[in-house]
């Protein structure tokens, strides 16, 4: 039998295209920093690449507006 990697999971492929074309909104409140940093350290010390990946981007949004702005 074949091994697939990564597992296919289409409802999150959906869910992150969806997110995509859903409006941002432009003022962005820099007191979630704290506990998204948190969940970055979390995610470093548990070795969890895709984990490390989403809450590194996360922070940058919270942190910087007009990254990610159309």
Known sequence: MKKKWPIPRPTENAALRALDLAERPVRRHVAHVPA????LVDAVA?????????SSHRVVRAAAPEVGAP
């Open 46 to 54: 548990q070795k969890d690449r895709e984990g490390i990946c989403l």
């Open 36 to 39: 998204l940093m948190a969940a």
